[in-house]
């Protein structure tokens, strides 16, 4: 079955700066990655999304990228904010229907 | 856009009761659902996928006379954990994957279940 592994576990930045979490999976089937953020005592909440017929995509201070020959993606949060500070699961998925893998989680906390 | 609404948030038991938690899909139909679980600081793990009308098929490790799990509408799956135990305690979230794409899925609110 698919395995996902992320990485860092934590991550603390700066307010203002960049952080970049990243998650690989085994997979090769897998073919639609989604990023999650979840807040305490709440259910995961989409932030962003990938196929795997697309490299990068980006929505304004977040973007993901793809590669698929290396199996891993990324996200990318541009401009951290205090608000941002949540924890962050990469999944992964072979299409609707089936289900998803998730990564370990990322502790993100930005510091103002 | 597809909502999933998650009953309760939060509920106590005591050992040897039966907790039932719902799920129901509010404005669209949800053919697949999907049950995890998730400790606390720990990742979601999934317990069982079920389709509307069938049995739910269970992962590797997961009792399924303890986690009876029903999706008899389109609309509704039910999650019942039965005999609770203490060890039973954790997060338990929902997810629909959402028709007409290839690809998305929504997540209820979660559950937080104390068992005591």
């Known amino acids: 079955g698919e395995n996902v592994e992320q990485h860092p576990s934590t991550l603390s930045v700066q307010e203002g700066d960049s952080a970049v979490i990243k998650c690989t999976y085994s997979?090769?089937?897998?073919?639609?990655f989604p990023w999650y953020k979840q807040e305490l005592g709440k259910g995961p909440q989409l932030i962003i999304d990938i196929r795997s017929n697309v490299g990068e995509k980006k929505d304004q201070r977040i973007a993901v990228t793809l590669n698929k020959t290396a199996k891993h993606f990324s996200l990318h949060i541009t401009e951290t904010q205090p608000e941002d500070s949540a924890v962050y699961f990469c999944a992964a998925s072979t299409g609707a229907g089936n289900m998803l893998t998730f990564g370990g989680g990322t502790r993100l906390m930005v510091k103002p | 856009g597809a909502v999933v609404s998650q009953h309760p948030s939060r509920v106590i038991c005591k050992s040897g009761t039966s907790v039932k938690i719902e799920c129901r899909s509010l404005?669209?139909?949800?053919?697949?659902m999907f049950w995890y679980r998730q400790f606390p600081k720990k990742s979601l793990m999934l317990m069982a996928t079920s389709n509307e009308g069938s049995k739910a098929t269970y992962e590797q490790g997961v009792e399924k006379d303890k986690f009876l799990i029903n999706h008899a509408s389109l609309t509704l799956s039910t999650l019942t954990v039965t005999s609770a135990h203490p060890e039973d305690s954790s997060f338990y979230i929902c997810?629909?994957?959402?028709?007409?794409?290839?690809?998305?899925?929504?997540f209820g609110s979660g559950t937080r279940l104390t068992v005591v």
């Open positions: 404005d669209f139909q949800a053919t697949t």
């Open positions: 997810s629909a994957s959402l028709p007409g794409t290839a690809y998305g899925y929504t």
């Open positions: 997979d090769s089937a897998s073919n639609y």
